[in-house]
Nanobody, 114 residues
Framework: QVQLVESGGGLVQAGGSLRLSCAAS???????MGWYRQAPGKQRELVAL???????NYADSVKGRFTISRDGAKNTVYLQMNSLKPEDTAVYLC?????????WGQGTQVTVSS
């Protein structure tokens, strides 16, 4: 059974940093992994993704502040979030894509206070 387990969320002041982790089990390799976020009253937004060949893509709103990386040996993806803003407040959901199937984590809350 495939599982994605996030960790690292929490409460931080504006300008601070957090590092999210997402550990995958039950599958050898995803074609791509990444992070979405869901804020109250807003549509789910793709934050960042990284392919199996380490190509990355970011939402314009986080470019220059967030960095996605992955550890293939641990089947884990990370999201380093710096210079956090109140508008980054959301539930962050990890996902992994294997062929045509997308797997999701349960989400971790990130709250940025002003």
């Amino acid at each position: 059974q495939v599982q994605l387990v996030e960790s690292g969320g929490g409460l931080v002041q504006a300008g601070g940093s957090l590092r999210l982790s997402c550990a995958a089990s039950g599958i050898i390799l995803f074609n791509a992994m990444g992070w979405y976020r869901q804020a109250p009253g807003k549509q789910r937004e793709l934050v960042a993704l990284i392919s199996s060949t380490s190509n990355t893509n970011y939402a314009d709103s986080v470019k220059g502040r967030f960095t996605i990386s992955r550890d293939g040996a641990k089947n884990t993806v990370y999201l380093q979030m710096n210079s956090l803003k109140p508008e980054d407040t959301a539930v962050y959901l990890c996902y992994g894509v294997r062929t045509v199937v997308t797997y999701w984590g349960q989400g971790t809350q990130v709250t940025v206070s002003s």
